[in-house]
């Protein structure tokens, strides 16, 4: 697939988690509002754009369209992509950590089926890709949390959780008060 390179932007003051394991969700209000969920993998961010964003519940299965590779210094973006650029909208870390691949990760995502536990600071436990059937140009997977201690069913953690893990602001507020 071809990748688009994402927009040279300015970094947050934000700490980067630890080189060569770390993840970031961003929570992305551009077109429509998506949470896009990026794995540091072989010196760049795999990506996927997941609309209705993580779930807790193992039973709720989240499309995540693959989206292009980002650079590893855009884990750290917490602002305003500007109009007229790619990604226009305002973006907040919304989660941050560090990601374990349960086995060989460049096997599994050559199978199409990606396991992982996640150590962030609103997720962690076990998480599964699975690539779904091709359904036009881009790559379609799933999201989904494993079952597991981390797991939970009544727990609504957008709705509980929507701040940044950076700033605490929310992706509106960022969206109203710009960089500040």
Same mark, same amino acid.
């Given at each position: 697939?071809?990748?688009? #390179?994402?927009?040279?932007? %300015?970094?947050?003051?934000?700490?980067? &988690?630890? #080189? @060569?394991?770390?993840?970031? +969700?961003?929570?992305?209000?551009?077109?429509?509002?998506?949470? =896009?969920?990026?794995?540091?993998?072989?010196?760049?961010?795999?990506?996927?754009?997941?609309?209705?964003?993580?779930?807790?519940?193992? %039973?709720?299965?989240?499309? #995540?369209?693959?989206?292009?590779?980002?650079?590893?210094?855009?884990? &750290?973006? *917490?602002?305003?992509?500007?109009?007229? *650029?790619?990604? #226009?909208?305002?973006? &907040?870390?919304?989660?941050?950590?560090?990601?374990? $691949?349960?086995?060989?990760?460049?096997?599994?995502?050559?199978?199409?089926?990606?396991?992982?536990?996640?150590?962030?600071?609103?997720?962690?436990?076990?998480?599964?890709?699975?690539?779904?059937? $091709?359904?036009?140009?881009?790559?379609?997977?799933?999201?989904?949390?494993?079952? =597991?201690? &981390? %797991?939970?069913? =009544?727990?609504?953690?957008?709705?509980?959780?929507? *701040?940044?893990?950076?700033?605490?602001?929310?992706?509106?507020? +960022?969206?109203?008060? @710009?960089?500040?």
């Amino acid at each position: 697939m071809a990748r688009r #390179a994402a927009p040279k932007l %300015a970094k947050s003051p934000a700490a980067p &988690a630890r #080189a @060569g394991n770390s993840f970031v +969700i961003h929570k992305h209000a551009a077109r429509r509002l998506h949470y =896009d969920v990026r794995l540091e993998l072989d010196g760049v961010l795999l990506s996927w754009s997941v609309p209705r964003g993580p779930s807790l519940s193992p %039973a709720d299965r989240r499309l #995540a369209v693959r989206t292009e590779d980002h650079p590893l210094d855009y884990a &750290a973006f *917490e602002g305003i992509i500007p109009q007229g *650029e790619y990604g #226009a909208g305002a973006v &907040a870390v919304w989660d941050r950590g560090t990601w374990t $691949p349960d086995g060989d990760a460049h096997a599994m995502m050559k199978k199409g089926r990606l396991t992982f536990t996640l150590h962030g600071e609103k997720l962690s436990g076990r998480w599964h890709l699975v690539k779904t059937r $091709p359904q036009g140009t881009q790559e379609s997977w799933l999201l989904f949390k494993g079952r =597991d201690e &981390a %797991a939970d069913d =009544d727990v609504d953690i957008l709705d509980e959780r929507p *701040e940044s893990v950076i700033t605490g602001r929310t992706v509106e507020e +960022i969206a109203a008060r @710009g960089h500040r």
